[in-house]
């Protein structure tokens, strides 16, 4: 495989990996190795996964110290992707993530040199501390897979990915992200709360063991092909049309004020068969499109209500849970060609 050069888009040449059975197995090992370094999060790396083999892009989104850093770190390692990772801070200039145009006296021109944007996993740490501008910076490279600076378009690695961390209690020195900044992220996720027993593990692991990520033998052509696979995983007629119910479910709803966008629909397929695909099928089940409703619905969902008390459910997947149980299941598949 062709690495990327700081120039161009890294070109995969071979893989090994030509077969959903194949992808299947190269996952379930993944997925083991992070749970040996990430103690009681099994339930967020099933969900990661599914997001990175998808394509997709995620928000994480939870207090600070709650390992967000470290799956974001430990998932590059195990995938074998190239990893930088930005601190958003209110000073954070859209050049510094992109990249800016350099002069050189000798030669009397100048050449563009790539910023840290310009990897295959980037961690955008405490990415509503950065200004709006800077964010928006973000929006051509999470949908087009491309930034542009001074005229000039430059084409971002493939595999290529954003975690971007939030932390949701912070209201001083905080830009919240606009809503066509949140529609390209595919999932928000959340780290689990552990319980006292999985604590004392982690603490075990992190403080009197040097945690070790085994190698798997994963490369970045192995996820870019994996990607390619996910989007041969079958979606009958059924369930297409289970999904546009739920989407349309969300716009009728007398507490939303905007519901499911056309790409959110979208990413909902995406995701469910990325889900389907780590449960060991081939083809899209009413049960994948439920596990995917709430990561993909969370943080696009505007309600009426914006306030809750502490501790209560919120608005949002409140609406969301309702809509999951008021829409019809369906029950027979008809074969719809493609997935």
Same mark, same amino acid.
């Given at each position: 495989?062709?690495?990327?050069?700081?120039?161009?888009?890294?070109?995969?040449?071979?893989?090994?990996?030509?077969?959903?059975?194949?992808? &299947?197995?190269?996952?379930?090992?993944?997925?083991?190795?992070?749970?040996?370094?990430?103690?009681?999060?099994?339930?967020?790396?099933?969900?990661?996964?599914?997001?990175?083999?998808?394509?997709?892009?995620?928000?994480?989104?939870?207090?600070?110290?709650?390992?967000?850093?470290?799956?974001?770190?430990?998932?590059?390692?195990?995938?074998?992707?190239?990893?930088?990772?930005?601190?958003?801070?209110?000073?954070?200039?859209?050049?510094?993530?992109?990249?800016? &145009?350099? $002069?050189?006296?000798?030669?009397?021109?100048?050449?563009?040199?790539?910023?840290?944007?310009?990897?295959?996993?980037?961690?955008?740490?405490?990415?509503?501390?950065?200004?709006?501008?800077?964010?928006?910076?973000?929006?051509?490279?999470?949908?087009?897979?491309?930034?542009?600076?001074?005229?000039?378009?430059?084409?971002?690695?493939?595999?290529?990915?954003?975690?971007?961390?939030?932390?949701?209690?912070?209201?001083?020195?905080?830009?919240?992200?606009?809503?066509?900044?949140?529609?390209?992220? &595919?999932?928000?996720?959340?780290?689990?709360?552990?319980?006292?027993?999985?604590?004392?593990? &982690?603490?075990?692991?992190?403080?009197?063991?040097?945690?070790?990520?085994?190698?798997?033998?994963?490369?970045?052509?192995?996820?870019?092909?994996?990607?390619?696979?996910?989007?041969?995983?079958?979606?009958?007629?059924?369930?297409?049309? $289970?999904?546009?119910?739920?989407?349309?479910?969300?716009?009728?709803?007398?507490?939303?004020?905007?519901?499911?966008?056309?790409?959110?629909?979208?990413?909902?397929?995406?995701?469910?068969?990325?889900?389907?695909?780590?449960?060991?099928?081939? $083809?899209?089940?009413?049960?994948?499109?439920?596990?995917?409703?709430?990561? !993909?619905?969370?943080?696009?969902?505007?309600?009426?209500?914006?306030?809750?008390?502490?501790?209560?459910?919120?608005?949002?997947?409140? !609406?969301?849970?309702?809509?999951?149980?008021?829409?019809?299941?369906?029950?027979?598949?008809?074969?719809?060609?493609?997935?």
């Amino acid at each position: 495989m062709m690495r990327f050069d700081g120039g161009g888009v890294s070109l995969v040449k071979s893989c090994e990996i030509t077969t959903l059975e194949e992808a &299947m197995a190269k996952l379930t090992n993944v997925a083991k190795a992070l749970a040996r370094v990430l103690v009681g999060q099994e339930l967020l790396i099933r969900q990661i996964l599914a997001a990175v083999t998808a394509g997709g892009h995620v928000l994480l989104q939870d207090v600070p110290g709650t390992g967000k850093t470290t799956l974001a770190v430990s998932l590059a390692k195990t995938l074998g992707l190239e990893f930088r990772r930005v601190q958003g801070t209110p000073d954070l200039l859209p050049g510094d993530l992109l990249g800016t &145009m350099v $002069y050189h006296p000798g030669k009397g021109d100048f050449s563009f040199r790539p910023g840290p944007i310009f990897t295959e996993l980037l961690l955008l740490d405490e990415v509503n501390r950065a200004t709006p501008r800077t964010q928006s910076a973000l929006l051509e490279a999470m949908g087009e897979g491309q930034v542009s600076v001074d005229g000039e378009t430059h084409v971002l690695p493939n595999p290529f990915f954003v975690i971007a961390t939030a932390n949701p209690l912070e209201l001083q020195g905080v830009f919240p992200l606009p809503e066509a900044q949140l529609d390209r992220f &595919m999932v928000q996720l959340h780290p689990a709360v552990l319980t006292a027993d999985q604590e004392v593990s &982690m603490l075990q692991q992190n403080r009197l063991h040097t945690p070790i990520i085994p190698k798997v033998g994963v490369t970045p052509a192995d996820v870019f092909q994996i990607t390619r696979l996910v989007r041969t995983v079958r979606v009958m007629v059924d369930v297409l049309r $289970y999904v546009v119910s739920l989407g349309r479910a969300s716009r009728e709803h007398p507490a939303v004020v905007w519901g499911a966008s056309p790409r959110a629909l979208i990413h909902l397929v995406a995701y469910a068969q990325a889900l389907a695909l780590l449960s060991g099928r081939d $083809y899209v089940i009413p049960d994948d499109v439920q596990e995917a409703w709430l990561p !993909v619905m969370n943080h696009r969902l505007q309600t009426k209500i914006l306030w809750q008390d502490r501790g209560q459910e919120s608005e949002p997947k409140r !609406v969301l849970t309702e809509i999951l149980a008021n829409v019809p299941v369906p029950t027979e598949f008809l074969p719809s060609g493609e997935g």
